[in-house]
């Protein structure tokens, strides 16, 4: 049998591209910069284990590449033909000639690519009406037992003039018996998802009540109907990314840990805080929106989750995403415990007095992008004229003057403060 020369081997290859020869034979999803789907090189049941870089990407990051992180299978698209549709070299290049219209020889290929796979109709996404966020700010106070109890932390003045604003912004709510409501709403300010949990009066989770999703409610099951519709969580906090574009946006675990964070640095315009909701929820689309914006991202894993997490930054392959762990390096002391997570930690700080230092690979980011504030930096604000009886309010009336205001103090002193300290 004469050899294909080799020209022609390289222009066929040189012309595959790894998200159509998989996507022939697996169902593919965006997720970050890449494609997902199930892994068919084994028996599979979780969509995000089984990777393509698409040929967008460049080979130096692995683009044009397909990869499980369960079983390991990986190449690109002449070793996903053998492997998977068990052709010869040959043959895999024959098979992609006539994907690709190049003529490669005369030698009959036995084997004809499928037809591509029909989708399932999609569910439309469920919209969760604004009054209903309303609804629940409206009782969101010391009523409820996180809020009452997040009130009495030991804040400085500072951190506790700007309360109030942080649990504003970010449409903490509460529900009549007292659980917390922590509302999911798009980077497009649309409410997708609320999670209503209990805590303690001691700041803890009651670990006998499982959370509860505003849908499945009593009430709200009917009007919302979760079974026809397709339902999507947000990152907690994603509605701020528009009002903060230069934001570095720092990703925690529980919504409790990303409020205190958020109140206890404050200046939103320089870092975000949001929340997955727990250490298995890091998903690779609910990041999409932040590397559709371009943001740099800072994944804060508790102690138990920083493996998890690497795997997601490795999974992602986006360059602006990476773990941070110098706060809890440098911060934790014995007496937090080895269960402490970055709020326990910060909340021991406010008792003892001690600040976080400044973090040197931080610090190095700062200089090579313009508009990041390194964590931990010295804002000294004074405490900002708030009056405290300001009645919680929709996302409609988020551009009220006041918040303008509050927004534009911030940034001055911020300024203020940068010329000052270069000085
Ligand atoms: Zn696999």
Redesign the pocket.
Known sequence: MPKIPDEVVKRVIDRAKIEDVVGDFVTMRKAGVNLTGI????D?KHDG??IVRPSSIPEARHGNTYR??????KGGPVQFLMEHQRLSFPDAIRWLGKKYNEPVDDIPLNYTPPPPRPKPAPLPVLEIPRSYVRRTMEIGGDQTLFIYWLKHLPWDDEQRARLQQTLWMYCVGGWKDGRVVFWQIDHNGIPRAAKLMKYLLDGHRDKQAHPGWIYNQDGCRQALDPDNHEIIKPLFGSHLLSSHPKAVVNIVESEKTAIIMANYYGDPDTQLWLACGGLKHLQLDSLQPLIDQGRTIWLWPDKDGREAWQEVADKLGYYHCRLYTHFFDTCWREEDGDKADVADIAIRMMKTGDKPRQAPEQAATAKSQEAVLPLGAALHLEPVEWNNDVPFMDLEEMNDPRLRLWRETLRQRYNFNKTRNNE
Not at 39 to 42: A, D, M, R, T
Not at 68 to 73: L, M, N, T
């Open positions: 892994c068919p090189f084994h599979d284990n089984f499980c992180f369960v079983c390991d299978h």
